[in-house]
Structure formats: C-alpha cells, structure tokens
C-alpha cells in the first residue's frame, strides 16, 4: 500500500492521529473528517454548515487544536465592521504617525463563527485574504504566515437574521460540508459520553498532531501525486456540464475544476496510493461544487436538491479507464 517512493505513511500516521483526538469529542461524522484532513492538506477553506447544535464549532475547535499553530476566532454578527476583522490604523501619540494594527485575521486557523451572520460588506473584507493570503490596506501589503486557512460556520441562509453569502465568496471555499443530525446510535453515545459532565467540554488535553513544517512536507508529497492526462479531461467534463445543465442557472468556475484536482490527489494520499482514480474525485465532487451551483427557479419549485443535480451529471460523465 506504501510501496511508491512517496512516503504516504506518515500522511497515513497523522490522519489516524487527528481521528483519534477528534473522536474524543465529536461522535461520528467520519466522512467529515477525511474532508477537513484533505483541506488542510490541499491548503483551502472550509465552510461547515448544519442547523445549530450539530458541533460545527466545536469541530472546528478540536480541528484547529490539532494544528500546532496559531488560533483566532471571530464571531460574526450584524454590526460587525470590515476593521474589525483585518484590522484598522491606529494614531501613535509618540511619532505623530498613524501604524497599521493587525486584526484577528492574521492568524494561521481562523474559525470564522456564523459567518452568514454579517452584512455583504464585513463578508467582502475576506475576499483578498482567502484568495491571496494577504491584506492590502493604506498602500502596504501584509502576507499571511503560512498555513493559513479559514474555517466558516453558518446555519441555514433561510433562517432569519442572516445574509447569504455571494457567489465570489462562496467561489472561494474548497469545500462545503453539510453536517446532518446524529444517527439514533451516535445520539445515544453523545448522551453517555456526556450524563455526568455538565459543564461545556475542556479541549486542554488535545494534542498537537501537526507542525506546520509537517503540512509542508505533506503538499511537497501531494504535489508529486500523479494524475493522468484522462482523469484531467475527466475533471474538466464535470465542470464544463455543470455549465450546460438545463436546470442550473450557474455552473462551476475554473476554481471548481483546480479544487476538485487538488482534494483528489490529497484523498488518494490519505487512502495510500501516490495515484489518483475516478473515485477520488467522485468521492470529492459533490462537496466541490454544492456551493458553486445555482439552480433555476424552476428546478427549485420541483423540489430538486443541489446534490441530485451534482449525482445526475458526475453519472452522465464517462469514467476514464
């Protein structure tokens, strides 16, 4: 399973480190993890989205705490200002000068809570720092410390006192993972887990699983990860028929295809092989897109999930043999 000259091993090693430590605290959900785990690995955002009360911020948490690196959070509300998040100029009294005072954005994880809970403008200050890891502010250029990821929240956009995110916004995530309510079972354990602990869950004994010098010499390894030339056209066919489905009035951008590429070689790295296969991004395709796709208004009044759409066209596609 290890036998290429990449060493998928320690990849393999880290990933069942990070279920163990996510498991102390998060019943379930297994698929979830194996997504965050390609995120991280193919350095993009992650947008958690589930009714309140399914632990999309404590995830997130747990995730974050696996990472030894630095940590912010950002609660999202409706008064919430673009300064508030990549910060703002502050006059020094000892210079006569104004200098530029870092906001919670400059961090390596930041978990950005409810994030359909601010205005468009709040929203848009995040545009350049998810795309270009960077903030432009009064002339200068700030780089962001490498890794640098966003982890988002947020409950359904039909719910009131939210504000849908827009599409470049959402163009901008690697994934959106749609966390549903617990099985019967897992319920049942999250019960146990939890009868004699009222008070909120201690995450001090989690243990740092990744430096970032080891998320380095994982992209260097899923980099060299091979992909052959009719898995590309593969790729490039599920995008181009999002583009020309009659029930979708917005198709998927380049981004989607290069998204769909990168959390492809980073699944077949987590599942062992220095080789990517129609399933990776099978496996991968639906969580790429759902949030890239509009559908019409008509498919909508026919009660039509994003998802079928997503399942009809990656069917429709021939696979590569």
């Not at 010098?213 to 898995?231: A, G, H, M, P, T």
């Amino acid at each position: 399973m290890f036998g290429s000259g990449l060493n998928l091993g320690f990849i393999n090693e880290k990933v069942v480190k990070t279920r163990e430590e996510i498991g102390k605290y998060v019943i379930g959900q297994k698929d979830m993890v194996d997504l965050l785990m390609i995120a991280i690995f193919a350095n993009g955002h992650v947008l958690l989205e589930g009714v309140p009360g399914v632990a999309k911020t404590l995830t997130a948490k747990v995730l974050a705490k696996t990472l030894d690196v630095d940590f912010a959070r950002i609660q999202f509300t409706p008064d919430l200002m673009p300064s508030d998040v990549i910060g703002t100029s502050v006059y020094n009294l000892q210079n006569s000068e104004f200098s530029f005072k870092k906001g919670p954005v400059f961090s390596n994880i930041v978990l950005i809570d409810e994030i359909n809970r601010a205005p468009a403008k709040t929203q848009a200050a995040l545009f350049e720092v998810m795309e270009e890891r960077q903030i432009s502010y009064d002339g200068e250029l700030y780089k962001m410390d490498f890794p640098f990821l966003v982890l988002a929240t947020q409950n359904p956009v039909e719910q009131e006192g939210t504000y849908n995110l827009p599409e470049a916004q959402l163009d901008r995530f690697l994934f959106k993972i749609k966390i549903d309510y617990p099985s019967l079972m897992e319920e049942e354990a999250i019960l146990h887990r939890y009868k004699s602990n009222i008070k909120s869950p201690e995450l001090d004994d989690i243990k740092a699983v990744f430096t970032p010098k080891d998320l380095n010499e994982i992209q260097s390894i899923l980099e060299k990860v091979r992909v052959e030339n009719q898995l590309l056209r593969y790729i490039a066919e599920i995008t181009d028929k999002t583009r020309n489905h009659a029930k979708l009035y917005l198709g998927g951008s380049p981004r989607a295809s290069l998204s769909m590429l990168k959390s492809a070689k980073a699944f077949a790295a987590i599942r062992g092989r220095d080789f990517v296969i129609p399933d990776d991004v099978q496996f991968v395709a639906n969580h790429v897109l759902n949030h890239r796709l509009i559908m019409t208004p008509e498919a909508e009044m026919e009660g039509i999930t994003i998802e079928e759409i997503i399942q009809e066209i990656v069917a429709e596609v021939e696979v590569p043999r």
